[in-house]
């Protein structure tokens, strides 16, 4: 320790505080006996030969008893200090003998160390299957690219048409996945991915799904979309919204099986806009439930690759959160195995003044959605 920084140490501050806990009550006491008598200076420069190695005496002994004290808290410092230079894996050891203060810091610390762990381990995980999407249509592309390079112009149109529309495909595909990095990347980084929030009729936003969904769908999986005679309006940005209505939408008609049924209905309740996303699909697990939203999960992989909707990324539910989360609202999942799921979002409505033929169309009521789901 270099010699200015010795006075800024704890055991100095210490064995000084304690020292002058001892010396004012002496000094307390020589006012108070010699104060009547006006002999307080002359007293006390008679006794000073004996004040001195008093207060050196104190100073000795409080310096030994701050260092006794810090003793705990020295070898918690050393062994935070070896975990620098170890694995990130490795704890701090307790004892159930140690001082309490000292003992829930080395706690604290091992909690501390959990979370960083975990967080590292979701990184890797993260930047793993992040490099595992990228390379599986670079190398796609790379492989096309190299086959037109070398049949040059003898390559024959059908091969040729194949060969662009896979690069093509592909490279629309690493566009995808790089939008989808950006927002989570923008979120991540407490910035806003919301471009513009305006009073919108969610009405619309669902009818724009609708119109998508309906010309993709397979003929035969059933679509319906319920929705109210009477505005929903809430503030918004209408093509986050979109996107997330139409990925919630089109998860469902993957989940579904030929002769199944997807339905997605639209409802105001207590100020608060409901849409549910409901197929009659194969389902998830509770333990898939609830990583569903992570990045880069999938429930069933090969469910994900259809040629419909083209190679999905893992990633549209957790943007679909948090887009959601930025709008205020929350997405519940409530599903089970071979009978289908069922995503319900949430958000929360603008107050708008409306005219009195809008007040008399009230939105359907959930008894109502029920009914007209089960026709």
């Not at 829930?104 to 959990?114: A, G, T, W, Y």
């Not at 999942?333 to 995503?343: A, P």
Request: glycine share 6%; with cysteine; charged share 25%.
């Amino acid at each position: 320790m270099d010699k200015a920084g010795w006075s800024k140490t704890l055991q100095f501050r210490m064995t000084l505080a304690m020292t002058l806990s001892g010396l004012v009550p002496i000094f307390g006491c020589h006012i108070i006996m010699f104060g009547a008598s006006h002999d307080i200076i002359p007293t006390f420069m008679s006794l000073l030969p004996w004040y001195l190695p008093l207060a050196a005496l104190l100073i000795a002994v409080n310096w030994f008893l701050a260092k006794l004290i810090l003793k705990p808290i020295n070898r918690l410092i050393q062994s935070a200090t070896q975990l620098a230079s170890m694995d990130i894996r490795t704890r701090l050891e307790t004892d159930a003998d140690e001082s309490t203060e000292t003992l829930e810091l080395r706690k604290s610390f091992n909690k501390l160390l959990n979370r960083l762990e975990e967080s590292l381990n979701s990184q890797c995980q993260f930047v793993a299957d992040a490099s595992h999407e990228l390379r599986t249509p670079l190398t796609s592309i790379q492989g096309y690219t190299k086959l037109l390079m070398r049949r040059g112009d003898n390559i024959d149109a059908s091969l040729l048409s194949e060969a662009l529309q896979t690069v093509t495909d592909e490279s629309g595909r690493l566009i995808r996945l790089v939008s989808d990095l950006l927002q989570l990347a923008r979120a991540d980084a407490g910035q806003s991915i919301i471009a513009q929030k305006e009073i919108i009729d969610l009405r619309d936003v669902v009818r724009s799904v609708e119109d998508t969904v309906t010309m993709v769908a397979p003929e035969q999986v059933e679509v319906q979309f319920i929705i109210p005679k009477s505005p929903v309006w809430i503030d918004a940005d209408m093509d986050k919204l979109k996107q997330v209505f139409l990925n919630l939408s089109n998860n469902a008609v993957k989940a579904t099986q030929a002769g199944g049924k997807v339905t997605v209905t639209l409802r105001a309740s207590n100020e608060t806009a409901i849409i549910r996303v409901i197929d009659t699909g194969i389902g998830i697990a509770p333990a898939d439930q609830q990583r569903i939203f992570d990045r880069f999960y999938r429930v069933e992989r090969s469910r994900t690759r259809s040629k419909l909707y083209g190679g999905g990324t893992g990633l549209g539910l957790a943007i679909a959160l948090t887009i959601i989360k930025a709008h205020g609202g929350s997405i519940e999942l409530e599903s089970e195995l071979n009978k289908g799921s069922t995503f319900t979002v949430k958000l929360p409505m603008a107050k708008v003044e409306t005219d009195d033929d809008d007040k008399d169309a009230m939105p359907f009521s959930e008894a109502e959605d029920e009914a007209r789901i089960a026709e």
